[in-house]
């Protein structure tokens, strides 16, 4: 019996993920064929950067701490306590910024789009557009798409900007790295790819979580319990597809043998 539920529920999974890429095919013909509504998109844009800030600032600062902590003291007694600021700068930027941004907002965002969808389309407002001879396509999943691209970037940016302030002022204050040679193995560590490439994940990871939540809210069905299934497995399902996704878009930009550290020293 437990297997059969197992299954059924495998099953059903598989077809909402199915949905949610055909969902992503309709996104692009509508976002090329069709005007994209401004007052709806800015409202998410307020709900996705704005709104989520704080708690994204939060988590990459003590984030940026905690890594700095564990990261001085074993390179201290290496000899290479110079290097710390460089270090802590390539795995903000090129991981921890831009995935951590992303749990954040799946978590937040995510799960308020499949929640807020999902009730819409429990109650019968989904009809009732369609009635109307509004595509909710255009007015719900294409203001969210574009809020989540265009923010996550912004957020993950300012992400990386604050944990490289929390490792700094870990490593001044706690074993008394200079400033001044923190920043300048930042620098020497970073290069304008990393940064680009910090961009480009947090852009994919954006549509990923507006996308799967929406789609999660289109298919949802069975009232009250139906939408609480559907936010959670919404936002499950966000998550697995930012770390899959961070695999290989890690393995395609960053191939090959590394030149950072040699630089950096």
Known sequence: MAQAVEFSSLTQWSRR???AVMLTGQVVIH?????????????QMVAVGPESLVIALLTASF????????VTREFINFGAGTAVGGVLALTLVRELAPVLTAVVLAGRVGSAFAAEI???K???????????????????VIPRVVAC???LPVL?????????TGGLLVATTLYGISQTVFIDSAQGFLSTWDLVAAVIKAFVFGILIAVIGSSWGLTTSGGAKGVGQSTTTA????????????????????????SAVVGGL
């Open 17 to 19: 993920l199915f949905a």
């Open 31 to 43: 976002l090329i064929s069709r005007p994209i509504h401004r007052r709806n998109t800015l409202d």
């Open 63 to 70: 984030v940026g701490m905690v890594f700095t902590i564990q």
């Open 118 to 120: 999902g009730t819409m």
């Open 122 to 140: 429990v109650t019968e407002q989904i009809d009732a557009l369609q009635i109307l001879k509004t595509d909710p396509i255009d007015y719900l």
């Open 149 to 151: 691209a265009l923010m």
């Open 156 to 164: 993950t940016l300012l992400s990386f900007i604050t944990g490289m």
């Open 235 to 258: 936002v499950v399902t966000a998550l697995l597809a930012i770390f899959i996704s961070n695999f290989f878009l890690s393995w395609l930009m960053f191939q090959g043998t590394g």
